[in-house]
């Protein structure tokens, strides 16, 4: 009865580390989860929330990911282009921010912003 009570409750604590692992959290603590609480340990872990910034900076770690020169904001490793600010990050054009040269239309658009907000807190 023991020895049954033992294999479950590895089971669960592998079940539990391999949780938390895709989740951005620490394995070690996942298994010591499984392995103590047992199928209440793996409900846990199952509906516990993603550590959406510990997946972002093991990305980064591993070279899925990368930050835009410009905007500092994670993007593919891939990605030719940043998806947050437009800044083209690989080929003839990577050092050249996308509002350059458009001081025309960015002024356009800043003063549209600026009328709407004028709108909003207008007596």
């Given at each position: 009865?023991?020895a049954?009570?033992?294999i479950?409750?590895?089971?669960?604590?592998?079940?539990?580390?391999?949780?938390?692992?895709?989740?951005?959290?620490?394995?070690?603590?996942?298994?010591?989860?499984g392995?103590l609480?047992?199928p209440?340990?793996v409900?846990?872990?199952?509906?516990?929330?993603t550590?959406?910034?510990e997946?972002?900076?093991?990305?980064?770690?591993?070279?899925?990911?990368?930050?835009c020169?410009d905007?500092a904001?994670?993007?593919?490793?891939?990605?030719?282009?940043?998806?947050?600010?437009?800044?083209?990050?690989?080929?003839?054009?990577?050092?050249?921010s996308?509002?350059?040269?458009?001081?025309?239309?960015s002024?356009?658009?800043?003063s549209?912003?600026?009328?709407?907000?004028?709108?909003m807190?207008?007596?």
């Amino acid at each position: 009865m023991l020895a049954v009570m033992l294999i479950i409750a590895l089971l669960c604590g592998a079940v539990c580390r391999s949780l938390f692992e895709a989740k951005g959290r620490s394995g070690g603590s996942g298994f010591m989860l499984g392995f103590l609480l047992g199928p209440l340990g793996v409900l846990i872990a199952a509906v516990l929330s993603t550590d959406a910034r510990e997946l972002e900076s093991s990305e980064l770690r591993n070279g899925v990911r990368k930050r835009c020169p410009d905007c500092a904001e994670s993007v593919l490793k891939e990605a030719r282009k940043c998806k947050h600010c437009g800044f083209v990050l690989d080929g003839p054009g990577a050092r050249e921010s996308p509002n350059v040269g458009t001081t025309k239309d960015s002024r356009a658009g800043a003063s549209k912003r600026k009328a709407h907000v004028q709108r909003m807190f207008r007596p």
